[in-house]
């Protein structure tokens, strides 16, 4: 059975430093991502979400994309998460109404990003088939759907990644909150 981590345990230094890294990446994806975004608004007058952060490669040609490394740290920073502060979710310091609303918050979640992550696949599904049938496979890459602000457009693979991370991550912390308390030492169980 697996225990809690505690503050003097190695492998919770290990899941902090982890965390910080997760972090330093998703904060540079996302700045990176709103400098090119702005910068191409204010160009051309027009954007497509998430174009610019997943048609970049890091740390070389053929490697990952920014939102791929954006998908992976914001997965595994969460799990790091989950893992050293266990703490604020024991022992009854979020109980009663609070812990049900927040369960409801995060079921919601959960089926909302769940939802969008069908709704994305199905329409990247139907562009390429679309495009295979017209006698031109599709730069998979390039693809895009105008919905809902037809102005802001999002790329279809993008939006799948984020959302699938939304997903994982809500989900996660929707079963998290649904398992039995364990109490901590210092409790007295």
């Known amino acids: 059975m ?4 505690e503050r003097s345990d190695p492998a919770y230094r290990v899941y902090l430093y982890v965390f910080y890294v997760c972090a ?31 048609n970049t490669v890091v740390p070389f040609e053929n490697f990952a994309r920014v939102s791929t490394w954006a998908f992976f740290s914001s997965i595994i920073g969460w799990y790091c998460v989950s893992r ?3 703490r604020r979710t024991t022992a009854g ?3 009663g109404v609070r812990l049900a609303l927040l369960r409801m918050m995060l079921l919601g979640f959960a089926i909302i ?14 562009q390429i088939e679309a495009g ?17 602000d037809p102005e802001r457009p999002w790329n279809l693979v993008f939006a799948t990644k984020m ?11 929707f079963y998290l909150s649904t ?9 007295g169980g």
């Not at 295979?132 to 809902?148: H, K, N, R």
């Not at 398992?179 to 409790?187: A, S, V, W």
């Open 2 to 5: 697996e225990r809690h981590l």
């Open 24 to 54: 330093a990446v998703m904060a540079s994806s996302f700045a990176y991502g709103t400098y090119i975004t702005t910068a191409e608004w204010l160009e051309e007058g027009t954007y497509v979400m998430g174009e610019a952060v997943h």
């Open 84 to 86: 050293i502060g266990w």
């Open 93 to 95: 310091k979020i109980s």
């Open 113 to 126: 990003t769940g939802y969008e992550v069908i709704y994305n696949f199905v329409v990247l599904y139907a």
């Open 132 to 148: 295979t049938v017209a006698g031109q496979v599709p730069d998979i890459d390039m693809l895009y759907v105008a919905y809902p």
């Open 163 to 173: 959302f699938l991370a939304a997903f994982i991550i809500s989900a996660h912390a």
């Open 179 to 187: 398992r039995p308390r364990k109490p901590t030492l210092e409790g």
